[in-house]
């Protein structure tokens, strides 16, 4: 097995055993060994808030026909670990995977990750984040993956809607406000995210299914205002359906009641 590291992403527990970390680069068998069934965050977008650090787990198999010896695995983003975006690696809290034995050949393993404002996440690297994996197995065989798995890591939205007047007369105008916001990791706090498509949605009194009624777009500070006409009692909510850097989000329903 060629043993090398690679000093970009030799870093915190990675440190510890880096003398058994091959060189990044594309992908590189030795023998049959295999990794597979990657799952990031059960499979879900990782959604992480201005300020609180967010751990990530990180589930797989690995298999040889000798039995895995051991197995890493390290999150970045980047064209690929070599060129990882400066600060954007995450190495597991506990160094190598946790590999439990199936049987002969095959373990399923796990690592747990930290992805957290200011650390190791700034604004522009939201969105597509990839997983480099090497297993090794008793027999000396190995694979690494240089992207075992691509996954979204995506930066916390809010939504508020209000309308207004309450009560109103049917027929006249309802005004609906609202504010559309997101994680900013590079301040720690949330700023308005804007010229982005919202939703407007309408829900009547006393059923369950919203409406879009139209679609507006916020302004230089995330902020929305629009209006329509009142025809009968029930709930206005913004709603923003998302994209690959900000979760999708809904507003809590405002409710207006509607007089003669």
Request: proline share 3%; net charge positive; hydrophobic share 35%.
């Amino acid at each position: 097995m060629r043993i090398r590291a690679s000093a970009a992403v030799v870093t915190g527990a990675l440190a510890l055993t880096a003398l058994a970390v091959p060189v990044a680069q594309a992908d590189d068998v030795s023998g049959d060994t295999k990794i597979s069934n990657v799952v990031v965050n059960g499979g879900k977008p990782v959604v992480v808030g201005a300020a609180a650090a967010k751990n990530v787990t990180v589930t797989f198999t690995a298999t040889d026909d000798s039995g895995i010896d051991w197995a890493q695995l390290i999150l970045f983003h980047g064209p690929n670990i070599d060129k990882a975006d400066s600060g954007a690696v995450a190495n597991s809290s506990d160094g190598r995977a946790k590999c439990t034995k199936v049987d002969a050949q095959t373990s399923k393993c796990t690592s747990t990750f930290t992805l957290e404002p200011q650390y190791n996440l700034i604004n522009k690297v939201a969105g597509t984040w990839k997983v480099w994996a090497v297993a090794a197995a008793k027999d000396g065989d190995y694979v690494q993956k240089d992207n075992a798995k691509s996954f979204g890591v995506q930066r916390l939205s809010k939504l508020t809607t209000s309308a207004k007047p309450k009560p109103v007369k049917k027929g006249k105008t309802v005004t609906v406000t609202g504010k559309l916001s997101r994680a900013n990791w590079d301040s720690g706090k949330y700023s308005g995210y804007s010229g982005q498509a919202v939703q407007l949605q309408f829900r009547k009194k006393g059923t369950t299914t919203y409406k879009t009624l139209k679609t507006v777009k916020t302004n230089s500070t995330g902020a929305l205002k629009t209006t329509t006409k009142a025809t009968v009692e029930g709930y206005y909510r913004f709603i923003f359906v998302g994209n690959t850097t900000t979760p999708p989000v809904n507003a809590a329903g405002d409710l207006v009641r509607v007089t003669k």
